[in-house]
């Protein structure tokens, strides 16, 4: 069973430019989930997709994140304008039917 | 008060005692909770979860649950320096939303 893809694994910007992630989740898991985890942190979720629905984004900074899940498999993560504390790393997770999330490599993103 | 605790660390263990590793949460109401293993430069990889009172034995690793306390433990017997990582409680909440701790810093010396 192929894991959750994500990409790119790294992505260098400077401030106030425009960046965009991409998640594939494993086949056939309803639920995909955005976390930033930024050095020394524990994963702090962003969003919460079930199917191409919104669940939860309480934490999702929306004058500058943005977040689609197009027909409920795919998603794509974009921040737009960058700050300096947006530099982290952006986990993708997806959950079948058990509570178990698995995550994606990554995406590394500094912001200079 | 965090919705999920854990000491940082570093903790340093020496090869071959036992880690153990503690979380304390928030939610009473939370039923599900796990501890994944990070590498550095690596994603989270789950290696336990437990959702009963009492312990819960895989291989060299035990969880151990207490509701009533709110605390969630994770002990490594046997401990080797592959153990080496930075270990996250981690504790559902509401509709499955997962919600980590920041890590404990864990050192296995030779």
């Known amino acids: 069973e192929a894991g959750v893809a994500q990409s790119p694994r790294y992505k260098i910007i400077e401030k106030r430019q425009s960046v965009a992630f991409w998640c594939n989740p494993i086949?056939?898991?309803?639920?995909l989930y955005w976390y930033q985890q930024i050095l020394g942190q524990g994963p702090k979720l962003l969003i919460q997709?079930?199917?191409?629905?919104?669940?939860?984004d309480s934490q999702l900074p929306k004058d500058r994140f943005s977040a689609e899940r197009l027909k409920g498999v795919d998603s794509t993560l974009k921040i737009q304008p960058a700050k300096l504390e947006d530099s982290a790393v952006y986990l993708c997770?997806?959950?079948?039917?058990?509570?178990?999330?698995?995550f994606g490599p990554g995406t590394r993103l500094t912001v200079l | 008060q965090k919705e999920v605790e854990q000491n940082s660390g570093p903790l340093s263990v020496p090869e071959g005692a036992i880690a153990s590793l503690n979380c304390t949460y928030s939610?009473?109401?939370?039923?599900?909770f796990f501890w994944y293993r990070q590498y550095s430069g690596k994603s989270p990889e789950l290696i336990m979860s437990i959702y009963s009172n009492g312990d819960k034995e895989d291989g060299r690793f035990t969880a151990q649950l207490n509701k009533a306390s709110q605390y969630v433990s994770l002990l490594i017997r046997d401990s080797q320096p592959s153990d080496s990582a930075t270990y996250l409680c981690?504790?559902?909440?509401?509709?499955?939303?997962?919600?980590f701790g920041q890590g404990t810093r864990l050192t296995i010396n030779p």
């Open positions: 086949s056939g898991h309803a639920t």
């Open positions: 997709f079930q199917n191409n629905g919104v669940v939860d």
């Open positions: 939610d009473r109401g939370s039923q599900s």
């Open positions: 981690a504790v559902i909440q509401g509709a499955q939303k997962l919600v």
């Open positions: 997770a997806s959950r079948g039917g058990a509570d178990t999330q698995y």
